[in-house]
Structure formats: structure tokens, C-alpha cells
């Protein structure tokens, strides 16, 4: 009998405000979360200021391209700590999930949120 490797966890959070308090806090969430679950963390990525509320997100995308390329290896989720964390408007968060599931994985959140419709025209890039 082969053993499974557990999941590797990349920790994702932004960041606009100057205090990081509660920043600090989510991401020891979301450790104590993975170590629960007997999951790895691969590391942590947060985009701060500017970068936190726009579509540019240097980290998220530098977090996707680590997670693409141990695919290969492990089971990959990309942690938040809750949904928000990636997107408050709905419509961005799916977009970003999306390209998360692009590079093989999926979204988990510390509260066990639901993922995202499959079915929305616009993920599928298809006109309604």
C-alpha cells in the first residue's frame, strides 16, 4: 500500500490598511487551519496597498505560478481565510478562482465557505 502525500497549502491574503494586526492574525489562522488538517504549507503570499484592492496581483500570480509547478508533485489548494481575502466583489472572486482551478487547484477557506458556480457563462468564457 503506497502512502498518499498529504496536500501542499499556498496561503493567500491582501492586505490594503497599513496595520497588519489583522493580517498577522488570519494568516495564523490559516496555519493553524493546514496544520489541523495535516496539510503542508508551501508559504505565504499577501499583495499590500494598491495592489490589494486592483486587479493586479503580483503575488497571487507569483502563488500560481508555485502552485502550477508543484502539481505536478502534490495536491495543491490555495488557503484563505475566507473567501473576501481574494475578492469582495463576487464577480472579481470568481475570476481569481478561477485561474486558481487553472493551474490544477481549488480555493479552501478556514470557514469551509462553498466554491463557486461552475456553471456562470462568463467562467466558461462562453456568450450567453
Not at 502525500?5 to 497599513?18: G, T
Not at 487547484?105 to 456568450?127: A, C, G, K, Q
Amino acid at each position: 500500500m503506497t502512502a498518499t502525500k498529504p496536500p501542499l497549502a499556498f496561503v493567500y491574503d491582501r492586505c490594503a490598511s497599513r496595520s497588519r494586526r489583522q493580517l498577522r492574525m488570519r494568516l495564523a489562522g490559516c496555519q493553524h487551519y493546514a496544520d489541523r488538517m495535516g496539510w503542508a504549507v508551501a508559504g505565504h503570499w499577501c499583495d499590500f496597498g494598491d495592489h490589494a484592492l486592483s486587479t493586479h496581483r503580483p503575488q497571487l500570480a507569483a502563488l500560481l505560478t508555485a502552485m502550477r509547478a508543484a502539481a505536478d508533485h502534490h495536491e495543491v489548494l490555495c488557503l484563505v481565510h475566507t473567501l473576501d481575502r481574494l475578492a469582495t466583489d463576487g464577480t472579481h472572486r470568481q475570476l481569481l478562482q478561477q485561474r486558481v482551478s487553472e493551474v490544477g487547484s481549488r480555493t479552501i477557506t478556514t470557514f469551509d465557505e462553498p466554491h463557486w458556480p461552475t456553471h456562470d457563462p462568463v467562467l466558461l468564457r462562453r456568450t450567453p
